[in-house]
């Protein structure tokens, strides 16, 4: 929302999931798909 709230304030965000992040205390991180070992 952050990045998009200058563009239009009346949005609606859906469907949002992480599938890939790093840094941080937990470090690198990055979800398994369907099928994926």
Do not use: P
Not at 9 to 34: A, C, M, P, Q, V
């Amino acid at each position: 929302y952050d990045m998009c709230k200058s563009a239009e304030k009346n949005i609606t965000i859906e469907k949002i999931r992480l599938d890939y992040k790093t840094g941080g205390k937990s470090g690198t991180w990055k979800r398994k798909f369907l099928g994926e070992q």
